[in-house]
């Protein structure tokens, strides 16, 4: 068999040796799970289990750069002197070990008008194990022809991610875990800091607080929301709708509808007591209130309104369908006040106060806060990456003094704030897919790993003391040389998107990172921290500080959507906590961030913020003494409903149960 010729030429780590001697426990039912961070070597893991399982395998990746890593993975450390010839790239012609991707083999998938023959080129083949690499990118279509491939091969499925998806719907999660199966083994990030493969480092958050504009644009949203529910408040028709709706009309044949949804008829109630309606007794004793217990009832408030909505213009539409045409004015009004899309009632504002925060443009201001102060305090040791969603090329022409109205996230926005401020110009550069821009100073240091024949060097059009890169035909390699330059320190700002930059690249010199991304999950969040995380050879006191950035909602004493999103997202982030105990947790409290943001003075937080960004060697230190205490790390679990009674009857119960507690 030719796996015998393979066999890892170095001495594994602790961690992975470990690992290593569970494999055969792990994989005896077809399966085996493995969670491990950017840098723990999940891809010569990879290889040593595909040694171990000793079967024709094909090894699935997210992208050409990561498949080609695998190939290059296994002839370095695991062959001497020669190399394994029995791999493929195609998978029309699979080898011992065939490297693809998932885009190949949809397409591969998709060839066959007669799904039977797919599932037969497998077994023709002897295709008998399929390695999925970065698993989390499964959330999309491509897992069908996965999904079915096991379920009529009986395949080993091995599944390798740093990030399981699981801030994903319960829908999505469903699906990444029939086809990886339940974890088996999780590789925990203190681990890797102990054996020094990942370096110390410790997340910070910066905060901003919307411009003008954005402020009046949610002082009116919330106003109109308001203006809006006082104006039903004081509707006749309206009222008179409510009180005609089956749930008081005839209660007693509706019990069952009540039950399956006991808040929608609480948020019918609060509603009526909100106008100074008598409820009847009767329809809170079908609540679980007791006939002697004194009831107060809430404010009917914008989540209340939001239930009301959410039931009458789609849960229950069709059992109200004789008033229709009263239904369908209602919903005209809230679309027109933007809160009713796509069959979802937003009172909150999640989507659109969201996005007018997370893209707000006081987080420019707060980028070249923050690379200034890292600048002047690692000067020519600086790396530093910004990441970010898009581009945004229409501002490639702003004048100077026209700068700070930029109104827009994006690598261009972010660029001109940079080179107008205090920092060196030729210290910044831009890579993109399509877009790369270097300072003419280091024209020449492009040349030393490009031949310039390769390239054109147009003058960039609002500041010639720059210019764009455009490669002419045949010539690809600009990633490569970007990164190695910046690895050099010819430039030591670089401003990218998450799209080329956030997973996959390898830069082991960056020390700062900035996310300045607003589209995406926990998954995409995690995979570019990994990107700053990484140890440099050479550099044993290369330590990571990774920014996250916050625009705060000044009518939320809680900060708004965008910290919320952010909180989330840090329940399965580990790091060192900022308390005198040194422990190493999961989530956002380990910031010791404020609960409360009335009355907090930003600039102070802020400042704290970058005076202890500044201590790299206490990060150090309070790594290794908290790898020593232990560590406090948590996530929620979901598991499906596995009671005797019906889901919807323990669900009903329950609800009944909650809101006689709080009310």
Not at 67 to 93: C, H, M
Not at 572 to 581: C, I, L, R, Y
Request: with cysteine; hydrophobic share 40%; proline share 4%.
């Amino acid at each position: 068999m030719p796996f015998k010729k393979l066999e890892f030429i170095f001495p594994w780590r602790s961690y992975q040796e470990t690992f290593i001697n569970n494999i055969s426990k792990h994989i005896d039912d077809n399966h085996l799970h493995v969670v491990a961070p950017p840098g723990s070597g999940k891809t010569i893991l990879g290889i040593e289990i595909v040694r171990q399982i000793g079967k024709k395998t094909l090894v699935l990746a997210p992208t050409l750069t990561v498949r080609n890593q695998w190939e290059n993975r296994l002839q370095t450390f695991f062959v001497e002197n020669e190399l394994f010839n029995d791999f493929s790239f195609d998978i029309n012609n699979p080898k011992a070990i065939t490297f693809s991707t998932y885009q190949s083999l949809h397409a591969f998938y998709k060839k066959f008008e007669n799904k039977a023959d797919y599932y037969a080129f497998f077994e023709s083949e002897n295709i008998d194990a399929i390695v999925l690499d970065e698993a989390h990118h499964l959330k999309n279509a491509w897992w069908t022809c996965l999904f079915e491939l096991k379920r009529d091969n009986n395949l080993t499925i091995v599944a390798l991610t740093a990030t399981p998806p699981y801030d994903s719907d319960a829908f999505e999660v469903s699906k990444y875990f029939r086809l990886c199966g339940d974890i088996d083994e999780e590789i925990a990030v203190p681990k890797l800091v102990k054996e020094g493969d990942l370096c110390p480092h410790q997340d910070f958050v910066y905060f901003s607080k919307p411009d003008e504009k954005q402020i009046h644009f949610i002082f009116e949203y919330r106003m109109k929301i308001s203006n809006f529910i006082d104006e039903l408040k004081l509707n006749t028709e309206f009222i008179s709708f409510i009180n005609n709706h089956r749930f008081l009309k005839s209660t007693e044949h509706s019990l069952n509808d009540i039950y399956s949804n006991p808040e929608y008829f609480s948020a019918i109630l609060i509603f009526l007591n909100a106008i100074h309606q008598e409820i009847p007794k009767e329809n809170l004793y079908i609540l679980g209130f007791e006939k002697k217990e004194k009831v107060e009832f809430p404010a009917f408030t914008n989540d209340w309104a939001e239930v009301l909505f959410q039931n009458l213009l789609v849960v229950d539409r069709l059992n109200l369908i004789e008033k229709e045409p009263f239904l369908n004015d209602l919903e005209t009004k809230l679309r027109r006040l933007n809160i009713f899309e796509n069959k979802k009632v937003d009172l909150i504002g999640d989507k659109q106060l969201y996005r007018s925060l997370s893209n707000s443009p006081s987080k420019l201001f707060s980028i070249v806060d923050i690379i200034s102060n890292e600048y002047r305090n690692l000067k020519t040791d600086l790396r530093a990456v910004v990441l970010t969603d898009y581009i945004k090329k229409e501002f490639k022409i702003t004048e100077d003094k026209a700068i700070h109205s930029i109104d827009r996230l994006g690598v261009i926005p972010i660029f001109q704030h940079l080179r107008i401020s205090a920092i060196p110009k030729q210290e910044i550069a831009v890579l993109t897919g399509t877009l790369v821009i270097i300072h003419k100073n280091n024209i020449e240091a492009f040349g030393k790993v490009e031949p310039f024949e390769n390239y054109s060097f147009i003058p960039f059009e609002s500041d010639t003391d720059f210019v764009e890169i455009v490669p002419r035909v045949g010539a690809n390699h600009l990633v490569n040389t970007m990164t190695k330059m910046f690895e050099l320190g010819n430039f030591k700002i670089l401003i990218g998107t998450k799209s080329l930059l956030g997973e996959g690249w390898d830069a082991p010199s960056i020390n700062t990172l900035v996310l300045a991304s607003f589209v995406g999950s926990y998954v995409s969040s995690n995979q570019m921290r990994g990107r700053a995380i990484r140890t440099q050879k050479g550099n044993i006191n290369k330590t990571g500080n990774i920014w996250h950035l916050v625009c705060l909602d000044p009518t939320d004493a809680k900060g708004g959507k965008d910290i919320e999103t952010l909180k989330r997202r840090f329940d399965a982030f580990v790091g060192v906590s900022n308390s005198e105990k040194n422990h190493i947790e999961s989530g956002i409290d380990r910031l010791n961030l404020p609960d409360n943001f009335s009355d907090v003075d930003l600039k102070s937080l802020n400042d704290a913020m970058l005076s202890q960004s500044e201590n790299r060697g206490i990060l150090k230190e309070k790594w290794h003494h908290a790898i020593g205490l232990g560590t406090g790390m948590s996530r929620e679990i979901k598991q499906y409903y596995q009671g005797d009674e019906p889901y919807e009857t323990e669900k009903a119960k329950r609800l009944m149960m909650w809101f006689a507690i709080v009310f």
